[in-house]
């Protein structure tokens, strides 16, 4: 895709900007039938020359998309909030669709409804808003917006579900099936944009809560996090675009099997086993926090376009453990082809805290160490269950057919270490390490009404 094309691309796309598209049937008409009365309003009571006029736009996205898994024992996740492809082909990690309404009130205030459906581990309509808020600028260098927003605290914050607009079939997994499940926030943020150095530089800090159902090892995660603070900068200068953010949250209330266990483990006496209530406390969730630092960088120029992030979460919490991951991207373009490669890897920062197995006296009940010792190997299982390491290397190639259409071919092949598997839906116990590969053909576009 020549540099041309990617400015008029970047022109599109800006109009996606702040948005994940998702349909909550009747609500969406009711919301752009509120809008429309709005306008109306807007117009016979602001007839101030300067005053900017109302107005409405709808836009959207979508891919269809189909995938090839080699793995019977591993199935893929795109994210870990969508569920896992259960067969050797299909349309469901890819396929997506997405719709935007921008609403201009005034010349300074705006508002971005964005709804996207896809396959995702949560069967509540109100997970498929992505972008729901109002937006204040009282000048072009100060920014305010209040509802649900995305946090930007990655290269795609802002369009990750938007194939169209970034190279391969699908967000890189390494980095973003995890991190993405706090992809949005519902409360507020401020940015502050200003020239330096013939760059532009933007800081954005942003605050509130967030709710994410994910779906592990076939089971249902439900997990809302507090406290949610977010601190963003980037600086932009001519083809260079350089990213730092960080993240502080702290978990809430968590939904999800390791519940019972817990529970368990605070019901058995200290004199039989010392260590039950120290590994219920690593399982359990609330009052839990965890902190993630990331570095990004783009360059963008002629045929060449480079990406490549860098992530680190410190986590206090069992369930999920320390880890770094990251991907280095290259791309060359030909004419309307764009052919790329990429290696990613994710791994534990640290290896996991083993606890010893109860010393039950001999003359115990068969009834109690049966329970005690079925604690223990749940507690055993749930711990192991967050472990991950694998790398990937992915080659393909970007067919631009139109302005707003394109076409993408994907090879992956993945080593899965068979301690490490957080990232796939296991159906059997592995014998050895795992290899994967993964072949995807895309159908991606936008368009606007």
Excluded at 92 to 120: H, M
Excluded at 157 to 183: D, M
Excluded at 278 to 307: E, F, R
Aim: glycine content about 6%; charged content about 20%.
């Amino acid at each position: 895709m020549p540099e041309k094309r990617t400015k008029k691309l970047n022109g599109i796309v800006d109009k996606l900007v702040d948005n994940s598209p998702r349909i909550i049937g009747g609500s969406v008409l009711l919301l752009l039938a509120h809008l429309s009365v709005a306008g109306q309003a807007q117009a016979r009571t602001h007839d101030h020359p300067q005053q900017s006029e109302f107005n409405l736009s709808i836009s959207g996205f979508g891919t269809l998309g189909v995938v090839r898994s080699s793995s019977d024992e591993l199935y893929f996740h795109r994210e870990l909030s969508m569920n896992a492809s259960d067969s050797e082909y299909s349309f469901k990690p890819d396929s997506l669709f997405g719709l935007q309404v921008n609403v201009d009130f005034t010349e300074s205030l705006d508002g971005i409804t964005q709804v996207v459906l896809k396959d995702r581990a949560s069967d509540t309509a109100l997970d498929s808003l992505e972008l729901l808020f109002l937006r204040y600028r009282p000048n072009r260098d100060w920014s305010l917006r209040l509802g649900r927003t995305s946090t930007d605290l990655y290269m795609l914050s802002e369009y990750r579900n938007v194939s169209y607009a970034y190279l391969w079939s699908r967000p890189i997994p390494e980095f973003y099936a995890i991190t993405s499940s706090i992809a949005k926030v519902d409360g507020v943020d401020v940015s502050y944009t200003h020239a330096l150095g013939g760059g532009s530089w933007e800081t954005k800090l942003a605050y509130g809560i967030t709710h994410s159902v994910l779906a592990v090892q076939a089971s249902r995660f439900e997990v809302d996090l507090k406290n949610v603070l977010a601190l963003t900068s980037v600086y932009t200068l001519d083809n260079w675009i350089f990213r730092l953010a960080a993240a502080w949250v702290e978990v809430d209330e968590l939904e999800f099997q390791t519940n019972e266990l817990v529970e368990g483990l605070n019901l058995v006496p200290d004199i039989l086993w010392p260590e039950a209530g120290v590994l219920a406390q690593s399982i359990d969730g609330p009052g839990k926090k965890l902190q993630y630092y990331a570095l990004g960088l783009q360059y963008d120029h002629m045929n060449w376009v480079i990406q490549s992030e860098l992530g680190y979460i410190n986590s206090d919490w069992g369930i999920i453990q320390s880890f770094y991951n990251g991907y280095l991207s290259v791309g060359y373009r030909v004419d309307e082809m764009t052919f790329y490669g990429v290696l990613a890897h994710i791994d534990n920062s640290e290896e996991p805290t083993r606890f010893v197995s109860p010393q039950l006296p001999a003359h115990s009940p068969l009834e109690l160490s049966g329970g005690i010792n079925a604690l223990y190997q749940g507690s055993v299982e749930a711990l192991s269950a967050s472990q991950i390491e694998q790398t990937t290397v992915s080659v393909g190639v970007r067919w631009d057919l139109y302005p707003n259409t394109c076409v993408k071919f994907q090879w992956d092949h993945t080593w899965v270490d068979s301690r490490g598997t957080a990232l796939w839906t296991q159906t059997q116990d592995l014998v050895g390490d795992a290899e994967v590969d993964l072949l995807s053909l895309n159908f991606s576009f936008i368009f606007s009404l």
